[in-house]
């Protein structure tokens, strides 16, 4: 075979090879559907209440469930999720929620959420609500989740003060705010439970527990506390 016919055979094979690389790019690609909720129901319940989302853009069996209790309140939102546009990090979801039909999902609503920071539990109260998947994230819609069945933080204040007032130095327990740190940069405000002392003492913050019911525990010295005079 002469060098004519040998490029001529190259050029052929280049250009097949070439072809076959291509043809991906100029074929349709799926287009992903952004999840879009447009009702819930019920709008409100306990722990272990069935709930269903009705709307569009929903993935087969690969849906997340993002909870939003806001700052202060006792579990994790990531703060990358914005409506429709690309999330890159999130935690304290529910997991691989199917919807057969694109239209419509049910799940439970959870007393623990695990993330890879530990088990975070619902606050009572208003709650907001999206789906996503494949990147994406929904609108928003509210759920409150009702007292009857779940342990609220006031009830739980209550029982750990049962508790703790027998233990000489510790004066009251409180509900207040305290900040906690998750990773470099990101710090969040969470209800937590506060014990008061009258003064420091190592012995003393060993009885005292860091979590109680699912709540952090913090201590605050504040001294003897003094009755106002009449």
Request: hydrophobic share 40%; glycine share 10%; with cysteine.
């Amino acid at each position: 075979m002469n060098k004519k016919l040998i490029l001529i055979f190259a050029t052929i094979i280049g250009g097949v090879i070439g072809v076959i690389i291509l043809i991906p790019y100029f074929l349709p690609r799926p287009v992903l559907s952004v999840p879009v909720i447009e009702s819930i129901s019920p709008s409100s319940g306990t722990v272990g209440t069935e709930v269903t989302i009705k709307g569009s853009g929903f993935h087969s069996n690969n849906n997340e469930i993002h909870f939003d209790c806001g700052e202060k309140a006792h579990c994790f939102y990531s703060k990358e999720i914005i409506d429709g546009e690309r999330i890159t990090s999130s935690d304290a979801v529910l997991e691989s929620i199917s919807s057969p039909d694109g239209k419509t999902l049910t799940f439970v609503i959870p007393e623990v959420l695990k993330s890879t920071f530990g088990e975070w539990f619902l606050p009572i109260g208003e709650i907001e609500i999206r789906v996503a998947h494949s990147g994406y994230a929904s609108n928003s819609v509210k759920f409150t989740l009702e007292s009857e069945g779940k342990t609220s933080i006031e009830q739980t204040k209550e029982k750990l003060l049962r508790e703790l007032m027998t233990i000489e130095g510790v004066i009251g327990v409180g509900i207040g705010e305290c900040k906690v740190e998750w990773g470099v940069d990101l710090t969040i405000t969470q209800l937590c439970i506060k014990v008061y002392l009258e003064k420091d003492s190592s012995e003393l913050r060993k009885k005292i527990p860091t979590q109680f019911e699912g709540f952090k525990v913090a201590i605050e010295v504040t001294g003897p506390i003094e009755a106002l005079p009449k």
